[in-house]
């Protein structure tokens, strides 16, 4: 099993970026996927999910509006959209796939605000 994020780096404030996470070894289709993100001494919070049919899409409080969440089930790929990019938003972005029968994590991605 595999969760390979992509699509980080350095950005300046207001702009965007596209994270990617690529999926392999289990059945992609049949998960909910949602990326998480920690910040130095901060725990790990939910930024964004979508059910495995991708229908269905949920945002933490902060990121509604600047963040969309995608998925392609034919390309076992999740992609996190962010716009407006503020510094508060500097973490490692983590992808995480979850069903009834198990869990998986990316090693995650970092994402730095800065001008």
């Known amino acids: 099993v595999q969760l390979v994020e992509s699509g980080g780096g350095l950005v300046q404030p207001g702009r965007s970026l596209r994270l990617s996470c690529a999926a392999s070894?289990?059945?992609?289709?049949?998960?909910?996927m949602s990326w998480y993100r920690q910040a130095p001494g901060q725990e790990r919070e939910l930024v964004a999910r979508?059910?495995?049919?991708?229908?269905?899409?949920d945002y933490a409080d902060s990121m509604k509006g600047r963040f969309t969440i995608s998925r392609d089930n034919a390309k076992n790929t999740v992609y996190l959209q962010m716009n407006s990019l503020k510094p508060e938003d500097t973490a490692v972005y983590y992808c995480?796939?979850?069903?009834?029968?198990?869990?998986?994590w990316g090693q995650g991605t970092q994402v730095t605000v800065s001008s």
């Open positions: 979508i059910s495995s049919d991708g229908g269905t899409t």
């Open positions: 995480n796939a979850r069903n009834v029968f198990a869990t998986y």
């Open positions: 070894g289990f059945t992609f289709s049949s998960y909910r």
